[in-house]
């Protein structure tokens, strides 16, 4: 999240009121100026209250993957908006993490899975 963020203050740095307003942000701009809040594309604020936990090893790390699966998605559909290749460059980093973390977490699960969890 901190690499969108960061993204996000370099792009909109130095905008008008005006640029801001055009590119759809005036409701963003009117309670956050410039600064960097973290929701989603609807506007609801990120919360950890979505984080879940059983207990359970190999629920816990299915939800993970699903977690990795999902940033993956939404990294390629902004890929996929995105014309300038100086936030693309980042975008592909990033997604390229999601997949080695889902990738590590099947590992994981197959272990525990083994293991008898």
Do not use: C, W
């Not at 801001?20 to 609801?44: C, F, I, Q, R, T």
């Not at 993970?64 to 390629?76: H, I, L, N, P, T």
């Not at 996929?80 to 975008?91: F, K, Q, R, S, W």
């Amino acid at each position: 999240m901190e690499m969108i963020a960061t993204m996000i203050k370099q792009l909109t740095e130095g905008a008008s009121v005006e640029e801001m307003k055009e590119a759809g942000l005036g409701d963003m701009y009117s309670e956050h100026a410039l600064g960097v809040y973290p929701s989603n594309a609807s506007g609801v604020p990120f919360t950890t209250s979505y984080f879940a936990v059983t207990g359970d090893v190999l629920a816990d790390i299915s939800e993970d993957m699903a977690a990795e699966e999902k940033a993956r998605a939404v990294y390629e559909n902004l890929i996929e908006l995105a014309t300038d290749e100086d936030v693309i460059g980042p975008l592909l980093f990033l997604r390229q993490r999601e997949i080695i973390h889902f990738n590590r977490f099947k590992e994981l699960y197959k272990y525990y899975k083994k293991k008898g969890y």
